[in-house]
Each structure stands twice: as C-alpha cells, then as structure tokens.
C-alpha cells in the first residue's frame, strides 16, 4: 500500500462559499459541467471554474514537494492523468527541463486549448484506457480526476495508473472524514461521481490493487 500524504500542501487555498454554489446547482449544471468542454473550463461559475487560466501562483509552489518525494530529475518520466490544460506540467517542465513528461485528459476542449508550450506533451484519451505500454512512467499524478467516474470504471482507471507506473504514483480524490465534510462535500460537488469517507477509499485501494500514494480533496 501506499501512503497517505499531502502534497499538495503549498497549493494555495481558494475562500469558497460552499452553500452558496450548493444552492445555485441544479442536475442541469452538472451535466453540463460533466461533459468537460469549454463551459466547465471558460464558461460561467456554477458549470465550472469560470475561467480556467494558467497563473504560476497555483503550482509553482507545489512542485518541489513532488520533486523531493520522488527524487524527480532529468532522467525521470511523468504521467499526468487529468493534465487539463497542462498547467501543472508546464510548471514541473521550468523546473526539471529534461525530464521525459505526458499528459492526457478526456477534454478534447481542455487538449485544445493548453498552454502551447506544453501542446507536444499532451493528448486527448480516457483515464480509463491510457495508451501506454505497461511500467511506462516512473512516476503517474492524477489529481481530482478518477473520482469523476463511477466506481467501478474508477477501479479501472486505478489499475491503469498501477498498469503504466513503475511503482509511483499519487492521486487525489473527492473524500470527508465526518458527516460536516461529507455535508459540504456533497453540496459542492459538480462533477465527482464517486465520493467516500477516506477510510472506504482506502479500502477500495487495498481492493483493487492501488499501490501508489493518495491525498484527500475537502472542501
Ligand atoms: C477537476 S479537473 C482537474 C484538472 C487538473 N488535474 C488540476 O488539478 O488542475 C478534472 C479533470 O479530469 C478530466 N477528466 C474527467 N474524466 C476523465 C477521464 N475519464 N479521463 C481523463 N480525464 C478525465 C477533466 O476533463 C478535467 O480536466
């Protein structure tokens, strides 16, 4: 097993008002927002982000934790699964400028419109099918992606992240730890499709023969 580890830490933290986009969501919003096109991305607040731009202030101050923790150089590769906009990687490729970096995400709109210093890295698949040869990667990131499935297409989406790593990886899911998390959890959610208190989560993990490390998002 894996372990538990937030390293995602130095990610700064949004003031959200939890109730108020709880009370604006309707089943609408939400299928809209799951198809992950422009207006998850760049259209209006309730159906997403509301304008998803690259600002070095979000993971710039991440990286070198996942620099220490897995020894990331030059001569490594990564896998970023969900890599949206390739935000996240651009800033990793400013860091460690040789180090061997994909990304894939289901948002061909996401693919489209990357930073186009990133575009070669990236590609449009399903986390559920990476198109890559076994023990590929030394290292596979997900993060706040593979909770957007249901739970058994969710397993699926682990054991590729397990299939194409070489024994790293790190993922972040939708998760509570008492009835007030699960409460503001649910009244936030837009687009996850499986959310569970953080001890089912890693007995799923146990279950399915995810391996790698594993963060909770909290609203
Ligand atoms: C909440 S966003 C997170 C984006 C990015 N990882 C970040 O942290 O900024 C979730 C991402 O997962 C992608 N996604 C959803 N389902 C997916 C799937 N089945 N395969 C690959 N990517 C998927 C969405 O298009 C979106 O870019």
């Not at 990133?118 to 992606?145: E, G, M, W």
Request: proline content about 4%; glycine content about 6%.
């Amino acid at each position: 097993m894996g372990i538990e580890i937030d390293l995602l830490k130095n990610y700064p933290k949004t003031k959200r008002d939890v109730s108020e986009r709880g009370l604006q969501k309707t089943d609408e919003d939400r299928n809209i927002a799951r198809k992950f096109g422009k207006e998850f991305f760049d259209g209006s607040r309730k159906h997403g982000y509301g304008g998803f731009n690259y600002n070095p202030k979000y993971w710039q101050p991440v990286i070198p934790d996942f620099i220490n923790h897995f020894k990331l150089t030059n001569n490594c590769s990564l896998l970023d699964v969900g890599c949206a906009k390739g935000f996240m990687l651009y800033d990793i490729s400013l860091i460690i400028p040789e180090i061997k970096l994909c990304g894939i995400d289901i948002s061909s709109y996401a693919i489209k419109n990357c930073l186009e210093e990133i575009r070669p890295s990236l590609q449009v698949a399903d986390a559920k099918s990476l198109p890559f040869d076994d023990n590929s990667f030394d290292v596979v990131i997900s993060i706040n992606t593979v909770h957007n499935l249901e739970l058994n297409d969710c397993a699926i989406a682990l054991k590729e992240i397990e299939r194409v790593s070489n024994g790293k990886s790190f993922i972040t899911v939708d998760a509570y730890r008492n009835n007030e998390e699960k409460e503001a959890m649910f009244s936030w959610n837009l687009t996850g499709k499986t959310i569970m208190h953080v001890d089912e989560w890693k007995t799923f993990f146990k279950d399915i023969g995810y391996s790698g490390d594993y963060y909770w998002f909290i609203p």
